[in-house]
């Protein structure tokens, strides 16, 4: 009985968290001689409580000792193409804003994250992805749209 309802939880969580991301390529941008190259990364992932619909970000990674260690800032630049990939299907209600992505781009305090919208007027969703720091964010964003058809 304690099983299944940890199980039951676990599965709760696991629709409420953003979602994780395969990387799906990478190239380098600059060559280091010590420490990791600069890199544009290529990532993939599902949204959480939109079945049918894959995301794809692209964001630099900094290079460099600093960037092997975890230490280095990344920069804010950002992109995203969202698809249908199948039947679109809501798991559960979605919330504007809600954050569908997340990934760390410093050792502290700066993310880039993907939030969702839903545009009930025409049908259709919208994904942003920015970057935010606790002090001093960043403008930088991208946005793509989804319109919610029949498969």
């Known amino acids: 009985m304690l099983r299944c309802a940890a199980a039951i939880g676990l599965a709760a ?9 395969e990387e799906v390529g990478e190239v380098t941008t600059a060559w280091k001689m010590l420490g990791a190259n600069h890199k544009i990364v290529v990532e993939a992932f599902d949204d959480p409580k939109v079945e049918g619909v894959s995301c ?22 950002a992109s995203i193409a969202c698809r249908q990939v199948g039947p679109i299907r809501f798991l559960d209600k979605l919330k504007d804003g809600e954050e ?22 025409r049908d259709t969703l919208i994904y942003l992805t920015y970057s935010d720091k606790l002090i001093d964010g960043s403008p930088k964003n991208a946005i793509s749209a989804v319109v919610i058809r029949e498969w």
């Open 100 to 121: 569908v992505f997340g990934r760390k781009a410093s050792i502290m305090f700066k993310t880039i994250q993907v939030v969702r919208f839903h545009d009930t007027k």
């Open 56 to 77: 794809f970000v692209s964001r630099a990674k900094t290079g460099g000792v600093s960037g092997s260690l975890g230490l280095a800032e990344d920069t804010s630049d």
């Open 13 to 21: 969580l696991a629709f409420a968290a953003p979602a994780a991301a």
